[in-house]
């Protein structure tokens, strides 16, 4: 079993910026992916960012050159730096860890708003 808990989501105002961070505990292997997603009210869940074990990213079109992610394999960790926030970046960011099965967070809420 593997457990994640996600801190760092909070209310922004447009522009700003926020860093999620996530903390994977449990039987974790040597190799596994680990991403953030998103949903929003009314709307599917849907990809944010990943980040294999070897440090390979991939990123949504909306937030490519906006969000990083980045992962600390001795800590089990993995960030989301979070810049040039919009309102429609509003949602609840849940960390995802993927190896032979799917684990999620609880989720962060992140709003953007003035």
């Known amino acids: 079993q593997v457990q994640l808990v996600e801190s760092g989501g909070g209310l922004v105002q447009p522009g700003g910026s926020l860093r999620l961070s996530c903390a994977a505990s449990?039987?974790?292997?040597?190799?596994?992916?680990m991403g953030w997603y998103r949903q929003a009210p009314g709307k599917q869940r849907e990809l944010v960012a990943t980040?294999?074990?070897?440090?390979?990213?991939n990123y949504a079109d909306s937030v490519k050159g906006r969000f990083t992610i980045s992962r600390d394999n001795v800590k089990n960790m993995v960030y989301l730096e979070m810049n040039s926030l919009k309102p429609e970046d509003t949602a609840v960011y849940y960390c995802?860890?993927?190896?032979?099965?799917?684990?999620w967070g609880q989720g962060t809420q992140v709003t953007v708003s003035s």
């Open positions: 449990g039987r974790i292997f040597s190799i596994y992916t």
């Open positions: 995802n860890l993927r190896q032979n099965l799917q684990y």
């Open positions: 980040i294999t074990s070897g440090g390979s990213t």
